[in-house]
């Protein structure tokens, strides 16, 4: 392997590389861009993350699941997650297939116990425990944004990863 090779960023036999360039001065916009940010979410154009939004302490993928929360007690029911899909302007029957699914995929992990619950409960002061290998790599085990995997032109699960691993 030559000096370089390591860090390149196309590659020759993958004209897809070249045709979605990753950014690779973040250090001009957002200070540190390869620390994690447990309560911003950085990008390019709001290096310290969204003005006049407060994070009430709660990290970045905390505060993502929160817009779910319809009265502001930690925990988000299928009908609140509905209601969100709706704010979000989806129709009925597909508001209520993806509440479902979202509420079904992520209430057994963030559960206090090891027993189900039946209502489906999203706790999200454990939401971080819903985090899995086969992510998009937005967010660290514990819920802070990674803002290189996030903020690049052509954000990947790979460039935020070491070279060699």
């Known amino acids: 392997m030559e000096d370089g090779e390591c860090i390149a960023t196309e590659a020759p036999k993958a004209p897809v590389t070249k045709e979605r360039k990753i950014g690779t001065d973040l250090e001009k ?6 620390v994690a940010r447990a309560l911003q979410a950085a990008d390019v154009g709001n290096p310290d993350g969204t003005k006049g939004y407060p994070d009430n302490g709660m990290t970045v993928l905390q505060q993502h699941v929160a817009f779910f929360d ?7 029911y299928p009908w609140e997650t509905f209601k ?8 009925p029957f597909s ?8 509420n079904a ?3 057994y992990r963030t559960l206090p116990g090891w027993v189900p619950n039946p209502l489906l409960p999203i706790y999200i002061e454990r939401i971080h425990r819903d985090k899995h290998g086969s992510d998009s790599a937005t967010y660290d085990t514990e819920g ?15 460039h ?3 070279c060699g691993r």
């Open 160 to 162: 935020s990863r070491s």
């Open 84 to 91: 969100g899909i709706r704010d979000l302007g989806f129709d």
């Open 95 to 102: 508001s209520f297939v993806i509440t479902f699914v979202i």
């Open 105 to 107: 995929a992520f209430s």
């Open 29 to 34: 916009y957002i200070a540190k861009p390869y």
């Open 70 to 76: 319809q009265n502001n007690d930690g925990v988000v």
């Open 144 to 158: 802070r944004t990674c803002s290189p995997s996030m903020h690049s032109q052509s954000p990947t699960i790979y």
